[in-house]
T-cell receptor, first 113, second 115 residues
Framework: QQQVKQSPQSLIVQKGGISIINCAYENTAFDYFPWYQQFPGKGPALLIAIRPDVSEKKEGRFTISFNKSAKQFSLHIMDSQPGDSATYFCAASMETSGSRLTFGEGTQLTVNP | DAGITQSPRYKITETGRQVTLMCHQTWSHSYMFWYRQDLGHGLRLIYYSAAADITDKGEVPDGYVVSRSKTENFPLTLESATRSQTSVYFC??????????????FGSGTQLSVL
């Protein structure tokens, strides 16, 4: 069973637009929510992460919004650039699982020039 | 600064053959992981290891075997490959997992095709 569900599966955005990727989780014990970015032919790399004690975290053009009551979190990419074209994975883990992350299905983002 | 390296980069094998995917990290990270990446399923954990000689099953361990005799190496063996094991396999590592140090470092992957 997929404990972290991600949508959409693919997303096409124009340069300068806002990209939004959503994730929902089931296990209320999750307490760490990272996003990983993967370019073709490469392994995923940590992009940004949040803990449930805050509702938003921003790093440059990337923002995570977190809604604990709805068990949802999302990644917003402002002023999207062609270089942001990649696959994005949300993930979750809990203190008792340590570094074992449960990943979402992934979103393939294409930013057109 | 080699980081984490996987080999081979690509592998084609036949059903029933034994295949070993290699993973080597130069950071002396305690934790190592094997994930498989399939369209529609994201990344699923196969096996992980908290230290040398300590391994445990992840979400999809059936048909796979791991060992970790040295901290830096974490090979993954498919004992009798099946077509359903066609996938991209990623090895990852991390330091001790604390509130201020939560990050997985991934290799570049091995693309495995089982014919």
């Amino acid at each position: 069973q997929q404990q972290v569900k991600q949508s959409p599966q693919s997303l096409i955005v124009q340069k300068g637009g806002i990209s939004i990727i959503n994730c929902a989780y089931e296990n209320t014990a999750f307490d760490y929510f990272p996003w990983y970015q993967q370019f073709p032919g490469k392994g995923p790399a940590l992009l940004i992460a949040i803990r449930p004690d805050v509702s938003e975290k921003k790093e440059g053009r990337f923002t995570i919004s977190f809604n604990k009551s709805a068990k949802q979190f999302s990644l917003h990419i402002m002023d999207s650039q062609p270089g942001d074209s990649a696959t994005y994975f949300c993930a979750a883990s809990m203190e008792t699982s340590g570094s074992r992350l449960t990943f979402g299905e992934g979103t393939q983002l294409t930013v057109n020039p | 600064d080699a980081g984490i390296t996987q080999s081979p980069r690509y592998k084609i094998t036949e059903t029933g053959r034994q295949v070993t995917l290699m993973c080597h990290q130069t950071w002396s990270h305690s934790y190592m992981f094997w994930y498989r990446q399939d369209l529609g399923h994201g990344l699923r954990l196969i096996y992980y290891s908290a230290a040398a000689d300590i391994t445990d099953k992840g979400e999809v361990p059936d048909g796979y075997v791991v060992s970790r005799s040295k901290t830096e190496n974490f090979p993954l063996t498919l004992e009798s490959a099946t077509r359903s094991q066609t996938s991209v396999y990623f090895c990852a590592s991390s330091e001790s997992w604390t509130a201020t140090n939560e990050k997985l470092f991934f290799g570049s992957g091995t693309q495995l095709s089982v014919l």
